[in-house]
């Protein structure tokens, strides 16, 4: 992946980047592959685009949300119908819990994560 081989390059000594380096590339990749999945899903029907939404963002702020609609290029009368179904299917925060990202069930390990910027970068070279 040229993102972590990045601090390395053009350098003449060829080393591993450091893990937090890659820690933040594979989340960040993670999250931008995320979004892009939830943009390219249609939104129709509106309770399923919300659940998964939901799910594969894990972010409960609604000015987020209200981003996605816009990237998908809905009207202003879509996007607050679509807006008030999230307000109503979001989950129950627990006490303590930031209000802007819901609680994630389970975590990706740092392999699915790799894997899924590979995948990511793949789909990105076939587009252009």
Known sequence: MVLLDLPSIGSQVVRKAPSSYT?????????????LKVVMAPHEPAVVFVDNYIKLLSDCATDTFQKILEMKG?????QSSMLDLFRQRLPALPSGAETGSCVSLVAPTPEQESSRIRKLEKLIKKRL
Not at 23 to 35: F, L, N, P, W
Not at 74 to 78: F, G, V
Request: charged content about 40%; proline content about 0%; overall charge positive.
């Open 23 to 35: 820690k933040i590339v594979v989340k960040g990749m993670t999250r931008a592959e995320m979004i």
């Open 74 to 78: 809905l009207k202003r009368s879509e």
